[in-house]
């Protein structure tokens, strides 16, 4: 016999009914089958619970594995929007001077992420923080951007040499999905430590 087969097996506690037993398996939880039946239910609930947590990750995997460049770079950009919105929350609309109401704070409804130079003219200043700020939705979607006057309110707010720099010539930018997904991580902590800033 060997040595391991000499050794006593240790006793356990049975998590039904609470008294000590010998396991003649390692993963036995229960002294008898009439506990371990007593068992299931618990049991069964939480093999459920593991089952679906399985399979949620499993859908999270395919569908990282369907997502499109253009997926990635729409989920970069809410991140982006939403850490502008949240640093100009308390500023008023960068084309207008509109400022925010209490409703307006707590909703955020009204108010976007509004580019001067825009991404369809220079989408290699899309993530560039100089170029973005809180702006009314009348401004940005209904008036176009209200760019005449965004520039001038833009000139007050980051300087006249800022402006003439984002007015100037880019070399383009081609984000890979790598490029986006750092992106994407960058500016959810950013918006993390402004909202424990804020707290």
């Known amino acids: 016999m060997t040595r391991t087969a000499l050794k006593e097996v240790k006793q356990k506690t049975c998590k039904a009914c609470g008294g ?3 396991p ?29 947590q399985r399979k949620r990750r499993e859908i999270k995997v395919r569908k990282e ?3 499109t460049r253009g997926d990635y770079m729409r989920e970069a950009q809410t991140e982006f929007n939403t850490y502008i919105r949240l640093r100009d929350q308390h500023r008023p609309c960068i084309s207008c001077d509109s400022l925010p109401s209490d409703h307006d704070l707590i909703t955020g409804s009204r108010w976007d992420a509004g580019h001067y130079r ?10 560039e923080q100089l170029n973005v700020h809180r702006q009314c939705v009348k401004c940005n979607r209904n008036l176009s951007g209200n760019a005449v006057e965004y520039r001038i309110r833009l000139v007050q707010r980051i300087g006249a040499d800022r402006v003439a720099w984002l007015e100037g010539p880019h070399q383009a930018s081609k984000y890979t999905i790598e490029d986006l997904k750092a992106i994407k991580a960058e500016y ?7 909202k424990e800033a804020a707290a």
């Open 20 to 22: 000590k037993f010998r």
């Open 24 to 52: 003649s398996l390692s993963t036995q939880k229960a002294c008898s089958v009439k506990c371990a039946l007593a068992m299931a239910p618990a049991n069964h609930d939480k093999a459920r619970k593991a089952i679906d």
């Open 65 to 67: 594995k369907l997502k």
């Open 118 to 127: 825009s991404v369809g003219a220079c989408p290699e200043l899309r993530f």
């Open 188 to 194: 959810r902590a950013k918006i993390k430590q402004l």
